[in-house]
């Protein structure tokens, strides 16, 4: 069955080019001219993926993608004209999965597209690996096959790269994995992003499993190195840092 992607621009033009290079690429598409729309079509066609424009004329890209991310995690891919490092930034740190620049080449945004579909489509070493098994972390509960995370027994809402990138970690306790490692198992090796990327996506779960996020117990950084999970014994309650 056909992947269908969702494209949000205000531009006809863009819109137009995207719908056609999608569509011979073999997805399906769908499209929306505002933020508003986008929503709706969202809750309509449940996409794989979706490739969002920041400047709309009502709702702006980053509130369209805060609330997409709360009704139905979905992989996005922003699409900016200013081409500024504080779109990229604050992009990634809201958990987008890239980012593109206007003017931009139709092929190599499809290119990112299948990249992004192959991540989150269950085909990463992490996930292979973590069928149908549980991770218990102190008051964190991984379960690893049902792409849940529960917290307290309450559940923890996650985008699907922090899930794969809490997965990879779990999978390997107690191990320190460079920045660079973790980008090319989690993000592939045709990533176009930096280790950056990684930095942003562990300050965002730290945000939502630790205790205190500023002295995290369970992802600790590994300095020159980059990051560990504790293991099971060391991350119960009252277990020293």
């Known amino acids: 069955m056909p992947r269908k992607i969702l494209v949000v621009d205000d531009e006809e033009s863009i819109l137009t080019l995207l719908n056609h290079s999608l569509l011979r690429a073999g997805f399906e598409v769908a499209t929306a001219s505002d933020g508003l729309a986008a929503l709706e079509a969202a809750r309509r066609e449940r996409p794989d993926a979706v ?126 994995l460079s920045r660079e490692l973790i980008l090319e198992r989690v993000w592939g090796g045709d990533y176009f992003g930096d280790t950056r990327t990684v930095d942003v996506h562990i300050r965002h779960l730290r945000e939502k499993i630790e205790d205190n996020p500023a002295e995290p117990r369970l992802i600790q950084t590994v300095r020159g190195v980059g990051y560990r999970l504790r293991d099971a014994g060391e991350a119960r309650p009252g277990a020293p840092s």
Do not use: W
Request: aromatic residues 6%; glycine residues 6%.
């Open 51 to 176: 490739v969002l424009d920041v400047m709309l004329p009502d709702l702006d890209g980053f509130e369209v993608f805060r609330l997409l991310q709360r009704e139905r995690p979905v992989p996005v891919i922003f699409l900016t004209a200013k081409g500024e490092e504080v779109d990229r930034i604050v992009g990634l740190e809201l958990g987008a999965e890239d980012y593109v620049t206007k003017p931009f080449s139709p092929r190599e945004l499809v290119a990112r597209v299948k990249v992004v579909l192959r991540r989150n489509s269950g085909e990463s070493e992490a996930t292979e690996t973590a069928l149908g098994r549980r991770r218990r972390l102190g008051r964190l509960v991984i379960d690893l096959d049902r792409h849940q995370v529960f917290r307290e027994d309450e559940p923890v809402e996650l985008t699907p790269k922090e899930f794969e990138l809490l997965s990879y970690l779990a999978e390997r306790p107690g191990r320190a």
